[in-house]
């Protein structure tokens, strides 16, 4: 695909990357500053950014000029978002590109021309890098979810036999809880009576007191650690 590189549509005339941040962090600190929550910015606003980016770059802007700015980084926004949420696409943070395959980029592009601004193209420095399958690797900010391949069933214990609490007063009849994953990979639990639990042998029935798994003091309340942590001799 014949793409223009990305500066062809963000960064024409005087416009660059600098020059964005300063007008973006201005615009946000005036609007945290005020609790404006309108689209549309007031003269101050703008004017105040046309100083800053004068002071720091020495670059003028009319009002107009950053009014049109800010409704072009909106369309910039909002682009960004429908390309990383289109079936297909992976937003790469480390390289900060989207990868996706030009099937994919041509669906994008019939629907949103300018969202031929973040067409990734290929760099050298990449190429070399992507020898090693970073590429490939999962990602913890991957805006996409990840295919699900249904697994066979499998279940899991939720408690151990030795585990099985001795104190409660429940009438319901002791079993054991699965976790079951489906064909459909969703998860579920399972009640089964047809294992029986194993009883501490170590606790009797009408004895109160401390808990018998320990010599050391522990609370009757709750699992404290206390019962399992050393004590210090006086």
Request: a negative charge.
């Amino acid at each position: 695909m014949n793409i223009p590189l990305q500066s062809h549509f963000l960064y024409n005339g005087k416009w660059c990357a600098d020059i964005d941040k300063v007008l973006v962090d201005t615009i946000t600190k005036l609007k945290g500053d005020t609790g404006w929550a309108e689209h549309e910015f007031p003269s101050y606003f703008l004017l105040t950014a046309a100083s800053e980016i004068e002071a720091k770059l020495a670059v003028h802007f009319s009002e107009s000029e950053l009014a049109i700015r800010m409704r072009l980084l909106a369309l910039r926004y909002r682009t960004f978002k429908e390309v990383v949420r289109t079936k297909g696409t992976f937003w790469d943070m480390p390289f900060k590109c989207v990868i996706a395959a030009d099937c994919v980029w041509k669906k994008i592009l019939k629907n949103n021309a300018f969202a031929a601004a973040y067409y990734y193209h290929d760099e050298p420095e990449y190429s070399k890098l992507a020898c090693f399958d970073y590429a490939t690797d999962a990602d913890t900010d991957e805006v996409n979810s990840p295919v699900v391949i249904p697994k066979p069933p499998v279940r899991c214990k939720l408690f151990f036999d030795d585990d099985v609490a001795t104190d409660m007063e429940s009438t319901t009849d002791a079993g054991i809880y699965f976790i079951v994953a489906g064909h459909d990979g969703n998860l579920s639990t399972r009640f089964e009576m047809s294992r029986p639990l194993l009883k501490n042998p170590f606790v009797k029935k009408y004895e109160a007191g401390p808990s018998q798994r320990s010599s050391h003091a522990s609370s009757c309340a709750s699992n404290s650690p206390i019962g399992w942590w050393p004590h210090l001799l006086k």
